[in-house]
T-cell receptor, first 111, second 115 residues
Framework: SQQGEEDPQALSIQEGENATMNCSYK?????LQWYRQNSGRGLVHLIL?????REKHSGRLRVTLDTSKKSSSLLITASRAADTASYFC???????????FGTGTSLTVIP | GAVVSQHPSRVICKSGTSVKIECRSLDFQATTMFWYRQFPKQSLMLMAT?????????EQGVEKDKFLINHASLTLSTLTVTSAHPEDSSFYIC???????????FGSGTQLSVL
């Protein structure tokens, strides 16, 4: 299976705390992306990091990529209740036009 | 931003009937569309990749005669679940990829319930 794995599967934190979730994948990649999904909805793109990048920021999001370990992390700082959702990493498996998703992390931010 | 519209959002049907789900890119040309299936609290499983004007490429274990995919234009792809059975009940999501875009744009999903 091309699918990657994420941990933790579920994460519950207090509002204001930081949330870190990790993604591991199996194949070489051109880029790795993080998506967010609210329950019963489609996915929304959050951030993309290319294989030659090690870290990227976007607002309260910070993504790291370690291609030697085939892993990535997503950090959400100063979490808000509205951040409650499932978060998925996706890789293109080096093909550029096929995308495989990790197992996802369900984040609950308690107000 | 780019918008992908997916219809219907929810379908309830009897076992044995066929269900068609539409996925449209509203303001860009989708050279490639992807169909995913998602079970509750699980990840998205890629079912097939379709390029405009050509046959879809199905992932291993996905029955092409069961899940018919048509990508007749750069803005429309359809997934038809033929002779649906209760085990086909799931959340189906389409996504589109266009030239010049690195990210995917997703439809809002279709919850299929087969009685």
């Amino acid at each position: 299976s091309q699918q990657g794995e994420e941990d933790p599967q579920a994460l519950s934190i207090q509002e204001g705390e930081n949330a870190t979730m990790n993604c591991s994948y199996k194949t070489s990649i051109n880029n790795l992306q993080w998506y967010r999904q609210n329950s019963g909805r489609g996915l929304v793109h959050l951030i993309l990091i290319r294989s030659n990048e090690r870290e990227k920021h976007s607002g309260r999001l910070r993504v790291t990529l370690d291609t030697s370990k085939k892993s990535s992390s997503l950090l959400i700082t100063a979490s808000r209740a509205a951040d409650t959702a499932s978060y998925f990493c996706a890789t293109d498996a080096g093909r550029g036009n096929q995308f495989y998703f990790g197992t996802g992390t369900s984040l609950t931010v308690i107000p | 931003g780019a918008v992908v519209s997916q219809h219907p959002s929810r379908v309830i049907c009897k076992s044995g009937t066929s269900v068609k789900i539409e996925c449209r890119s509203l303001d860009f040309q989708a050279t490639t569309m992807f169909w995913y299936r998602q079970f509750p609290k699980q990840s998205l499983m890629l079912m097939a990749t379709s390029n405009e004007g050509s046959k879809a490429t199905y992932e291993q274990g996905v029955e092409k005669d069961k899940f018919l995919i048509n990508h007749a234009s750069l803005t429309l792809s359809t997934l038809t679940v033929t002779s649906a059975h209760p085990e086909d009940s799931s959340f189906y999501i389409c996504s589109a990829h266009g030239t010049g875009f690195e990210k995917l744009f997703f439809g809002s999903g279709t919850q299929l319930s087969v009685l």
